[in-house]
């Protein structure tokens, strides 16, 4: 599924939007970045498949605009960049800014599926088949990147989506830098390893991060350049790595493996809803746990988190019976 780059990228200079301009400073509108084509090989829809790296919809990595285009801004090992794609009719356009403007070039393909294989998938349920018919555009990404998603999955663990999203956005605002190049108002790069290691107790606290949360971001990033590696592993190696982590088990793993390496089979296990929406969109059991899930998907073996996606793009999930948090807002660990 490897598509087709156009031959090299288009090298310009950048006149404005550099690394370091102050967070007020105004956007400059015609700022030129380096740009790549490529055709992918069937179908993509963009916001399924870089839908899962939104953290909110305040998210200041992360944004889409009218025009149908996807920013995202990145820490990468160059560093930072601002990468903007867009769908027009069956080529995906990508322009990139910043010093790590060229590697997220590089990693477009990657990043929309090149690397995944959607017709190794075999439904097995009818609510399955119809999911996968309706929305064949479903590719799962692989950003090449650990931390970008590990951070934001720890700061996820047993509180709400809300409050998670909220510490997220205040902290890359307040300790990131802006976005490289001429990104939409407010977009940030995340900051970098020792930006992280620096950040006072009280800002944690500003933030809604219990110690707990804290301290095991801060014992990840004294070891950010052992989690990146981790991108070289296979997912379940990967996961290994990342859970010598104290605080780091096999929910968050999974929520990082998932994004970071396209893993096709690490279904999340340890979260409060999903297992009761497999349960229910399969067997009808709206009170399933995580062993009934498992077992439920032991047919798509492999296959387990691309099933569950699709499960949930189904939209037969079951009605609430209480008020509750959203989905997906609570795991173990």
């Not at 555009?137 to 934001?152: A, F, K, N, Q």
């Not at 801060?218 to 070891?223: C, D, E, K, N």
Request: net charge positive; hydrophobic share 40%.
């Amino acid at each position: 599924m490897a598509g087709r780059f156009s031959p090299r990228p288009t090298r310009t200079t950048v006149r404005g939007g550099q690394v370091g301009v102050p967070a007020g400073a105004p956007r400059q509108a015609a700022v030129a970045g380096r740009v790549r084509s490529w055709v992918p090989e069937g179908p993509l829809e963009l916001g399924l498949v870089l839908g899962p790296l939104r953290r909110g919809p305040g998210d200041p990595t992360f944004r889409t605009t009218p025009d149908g285009s996807v920013w995202r801004a990145c820490r990468t090992p160059l560093g930072p960049g601002t990468l903007r794609v867009a769908l027009r009719g069956t080529t995906v356009r990508a322009e990139a800014w910043g010093p790590g403007a060229e590697w997220l070039l590089d990693g477009v393909p990657r990043l929309l599926g090149a690397e995944d294989d959607p017709e190794a998938f075999v439904p097995r349920h009818r609510v399955v088949a119809l999911a996968r018919h309706r929305r064949p555009g479903l590719r799962l990404t692989r950003t090449g990147l650990v931390l970008e998603s590990l951070i934001p999955s720890i700061l996820e663990q047993k509180v709400t989506v809300d409050e998670a999203y909220r510490a997220w956005g205040a902290l890359v605002r307040k300790y990131g830098e802006p976005a490289p190049g001429p990104a939409p108002e407010r977009m940030s790069v995340m900051p970098e390893p020792r930006t992280w290691a620096l950040i006072p107790s009280w800002e944690w606290h500003r933030a809604g991060v219990d110690n707990k949360r804290a301290s095991t971001i801060l014992r990840a990033v004294r070891v950010a350049s052992r989690m990146e590696e981790a991108v070289g592993l296979g997912p379940e190696e990967a996961r290994a790595r990342l859970e010598v982590v104290a605080g780091v088990g096999p929910w968050t793993s999974a929520e990082v493996v998932q994004r970071s390496h396209g893993a096709a089979d690490a279904v999340t296990v340890g979260d409060l809803h999903l297992p009761g929406i497999v349960g229910f969109a399969l067997a009808g059991d709206r009170d399933a746990d995580d062993a009934v899930m498992l077992s439920l998907l032991e047919p798509y073996a492999g296959q387990r988190h691309r099933a569950a996606r699709l499960i949930l793009l189904s939209g037969r999930v079951p009605g609430r019976r209480a008020p509750r948090m959203p989905r997906g807002d609570i795991g173990r660990l």
